[in-house]
């Protein structure tokens, strides 16, 4: 983070813009929003800028004396030498200043905002570009509706009121999160204020009985945080602890809810952090202390992720909870390698196998796997590999079968190494593959050689 993010109050107090152009007209009309009075200063002051409501405009070139009584100083004239004048003299003072378009003379920067007071989003790129900046501010301007205004009323009115009867902070949240995210803030949004009024009050008294804890078991996909999906994302924002392992990117991680509790529950090959009981036994207990628990899975929780496992527990328990499918690595890792999992000259079927068996030994059902016009995928099976070819050629796969290992499929680790059933395993020695990889085994493993190209995002 390169710069502090700060909404600051400056209601009655005195901002000084220096510069009386189109831009300082621009700079004083967001501070009066805000509430300041304004110290305009400049030799040429716009009319319209200078007869503003709670303008003082001041015909005149700058000088430190108008410092006096600011609490913040933005700097728009066109001239440097009074842009670096302005800058020292409020740095000399403490007080904060903006140069516009000039980085290194600020000590802090205006953000884009997206107005829907009293909710104010703003946002930066810190510099580096206001472009980008832009197109960001213009895809929330539709996403977050105008009557956003209203419900942040709404809620407001009601702040105090539920803070009396919802005293517990986390089932405070947990109750504006019902609240503003279902029936009663669409009720607010179309208009109809007086519905969500009696809907708020009836849930405020039914407030004891509401069914807290929950489990949201989410599949987080195999490692580029835009195949999440939609729903994963909701949850993320709404969880208030996140349990998670190693093959869920720290991107995806990241993209929970800032202030809630992340657990790490590991599982590397043989160094499992913790059991998979333990796993579940947390789970339940998160839950039956209220809280609403994120279990994030790589991948597809119910594709070799035991998944089914963990749900187990919890219905036994009563615990409700909800299942989100992820893209699965076989189809993620596929697709951003260029391979196509099926096509109609190669390959009519897919099959997805483990080549990690609880005993440790790769137990498969070697005649089905080697039929021909079929792809296999073998996750967790890199430490099988020279074992899963030799028993395919032995089961009748011809030797020459094109074969991959796609390691950190679709991250930007991504590597593709390819060869044939008879000489991958020797590659794979040489090369050092790094985990999580996945094996995929038939013709279509040669036709990314024609898609690769067209393909962005691979190596
Ligand atoms: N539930 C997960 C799979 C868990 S098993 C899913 O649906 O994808 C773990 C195995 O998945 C790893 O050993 C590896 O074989 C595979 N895998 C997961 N993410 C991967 C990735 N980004 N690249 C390559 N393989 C991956």
Redesign the pocket.
């Known amino acids: 983070m390169d710069y502090l993010p700060i909404f600051m109050n400056v209601k009655g107090r005195l901002c000084l813009v220096v510069g009386g152009g189109e831009v300082g007209r621009r700079k004083a009309s967001v501070l009066l929003e805000a509430g300041a009075r304004v110290r305009v200063v400049a030799p040429d002051i716009l009319p319209e800028l200078a007869k503003l409501a709670g303008v003082e405009a001041v015909i005149s070139r700058f000088e430190p004396s108008h410092l006096d009584d600011v609490a913040l100083v933005i700097a728009a004239t066109n001239d440097r030498g009074v842009n670096v004048l302005t800058s020292e003299s409020a740095r000399a003072r403490n007080i904060p200043v903006n140069v516009v378009d000039d980085p290194a003379l600020c000590s802090f920067i205006m953000p884009a905002i997206l107005d829907r007071s009293p909710l104010m989003v703003a946002f930066s790129s810190g510099g580096a570009s206001p472009v980008l900046t832009r197109l960001l501010r213009g895809k929330l301007e539709s996403i977050i509706p105008q009557n956003y205004s209203r419900l942040a009323a709404f809620a407001e009115r009601y702040r105090e009121r539920v803070k009396q009867y919802v005293t517990q902070p986390a089932r405070r949240r947990i109750f504006w999160e019902n609240a503003l995210d279902g029936v009663i803030a669409e009720k607010v949004l179309t208009g109809d204020e007086a519905c969500a009024d009696a809907m708020l009050q009836q849930m405020l008294e039914n407030e004891d009985n509401i069914q807290r804890g929950e489990v949201y078991l989410v ?1 987080a996909g ?2 580029d945080p835009d195949l999440l999906t939609f729903r994963a994302l909701r949850l993320m924002q709404k969880a208030d602890v996140v349990v998670y392992d190693n ?1 869920v990117s720290k991107p995806i991680v990241d993209m929970a809810r800032r202030d809630a509790k992340r657990i790490f529950v590991g599982k590397k090959r043989a160094d499992h952090t913790l059991r998979q009981e333990e796993i579940n036994e947390l789970l339940v207990r998160l839950a039956k202390e209220g809280k609403r628990v994120l279990r994030l ?5 119910f ?3 035991r998944g089914g496992e963990e749900i187990e527990t919890l219905a036994e328990q009563g615990i409700p909870f909800q299942v989100v499918p ?1 893209i ?3 189809s ?2 596929a697709s951003y390698a260029g391979i196509p999992l099926t096509h109609r000259d190669y390959a009519q079927s897919c099959m997805f196998v ?1 080549g ?1 068996l609880k005993d440790g030994s790769m137990n498969l059902d070697w005649d089905a796997l080697a039929r021909p016009k079929q792809t296999v995928v ?5 430490h099988g590999l020279a074992t899963l070819c030799m028993e395919l050629i032995k089961h009748g796969m011809p030797e020459i079968t094109p074969i991959a290992i ?6 930007q680790h ?1 590597r593709v190494l390819t060869g044939t059933l008879a000489t991958l395993p020797g590659i794979a020695e040489r090369e050092k593959p790094q ?4 094996i995929i085994v038939g013709g279509v493993v040669a036709l990314r050689e024609k898609l690769a190209w067209f393909h962005p995002q691979q190596n």
């Open positions: 599949g195999p490692g093959l899975k790589g991948g597809d929780p594709i070799f992720g992820g699965t690595a076989a993620g890792v483990t990690h073998v996750y967790m099976g890199l796609v390691q950190q499929g679709t991250t991504q985990a999580p990889t996945l």
